[in-house]
């Protein structure tokens, strides 16, 4: 199996889409606000894999994320 950082990006990028149309579940209050924060949460992180750029170096895969982005 041969790894390639292009299709592991676009799988991240397609989580990140899935949490964002999620759809919220019948639940209130802290629970309600938990779940939002999480979901914020996976999508931020999905994004920075998907919107990455990235260098092997020495047999190791890098992601640069520029922060400020």
């Known amino acids: 199996m041969t790894f390639n950082v292009n299709e592991f990006q676009k799988r991240y990028e397609k989580r990140a889409e899935a949490v ?9 209050g802290e629970e309600r606000m938990a779940f939002i924060k999480q979901a914020e949460e996976d999508y931020q992180d999905y994004m ?10 020495n047999d190791y895969l890098i992601f640069k994320y520029k922060l400020d982005s």
């Open 20 to 28: 964002k149309n999620r759809a919220m579940p019948p639940i209130g």
């Open 48 to 57: 920075m894999i998907a919107e990455s750029e990235y260098e092997i170096t």
